[in-house]
């Protein structure tokens, strides 16, 4: 079983508690101080206890995150333990050059990016797909066949013809990156689904 969609984190890496901030949704992030790999690769033996269990895996992709200490957390992760496959917390939001990605890239050897919302779980209904992954992670993305685990924005998810449009010409920008959208495009119903199969 391949789990494409895990964080791990600790209280360790992070500039404040979500949940003690001034913001309306922070509790939406997480509400534990801790989730550890072992706790995430115990969980799954919990529920899966018959299968080989795998994780694509990466830390909390929010401003409460200290974004070095979170990756530094992963890859420590990733090279104890041989089932977790690592994804790099990136997006515009947190201005790091080219050179920062390329090292971060090769010393965690990560496959690719998982998008960084600058959010607390509060309002991102202004937000684009255009905004969430700036052009240094879309070239690294197209020149090394990356994955890019996109987190639609907006209430109306995958079903929303502003976020179809920005996925298909994300596609378009780097075709031999490996687009992958998480929660099926947020279709989390049946009704959303169906407005965005097509």
């Not at 929303?160 to 920008?173: F, K, L, S, T, Y």
Request: charged share 30%.
């Amino acid at each position: 079983m391949l789990d494409f969609h895990t964080h791990i984190y600790s209280l360790d890496n992070w500039k404040k508690k979500p949940w003690e901030t001034d913001k309306r949704g922070g509790r939406y992030m997480v509400i534990e101080e801790f989730y550890a790999p072992e706790r995430l690769l115990g969980d799954s033996h919990a529920c899966f206890p018959d299968r080989r269990y795998e994780a694509v895996c990466f830390g909390m992709p929010t401003p409460a995150s200290d974004w070095e200490k979170d990756t530094a957390y992963v890859i420590s992760a990733a090279r104890e333990y041989p089932d977790i496959w690592p994804l790099l917390l990136a997006g515009p939001a947190l201005g790091l050059s080219r050179e920062r990605h390329e090292q971060a890239l090769e010393e965690g050897r990560f496959l690719g990016f998982k998008v960084f919302l600058n959010w607390y779980g509060d309002n991102y209904s202004d937000l684009r797909v255009e905004d969430m992954v700036g052009p240094t992670e879309r070239t690294l993305a197209d020149e090394r066949r990356l994955v890019i685990l996109l987190h639609v924005p907006r209430s109306g998810r995958l079903a929303d013809p502003e976020i179809q449009a920005g996925v298909c010409w994300r596609a378009g920008e780097c075709p031999q990156a490996k687009i992958v959208l998480a929660h099926c495009g947020r279709c989390y119903l049946p009704g959303e689904m169906k407005a965005a199969i097509g």
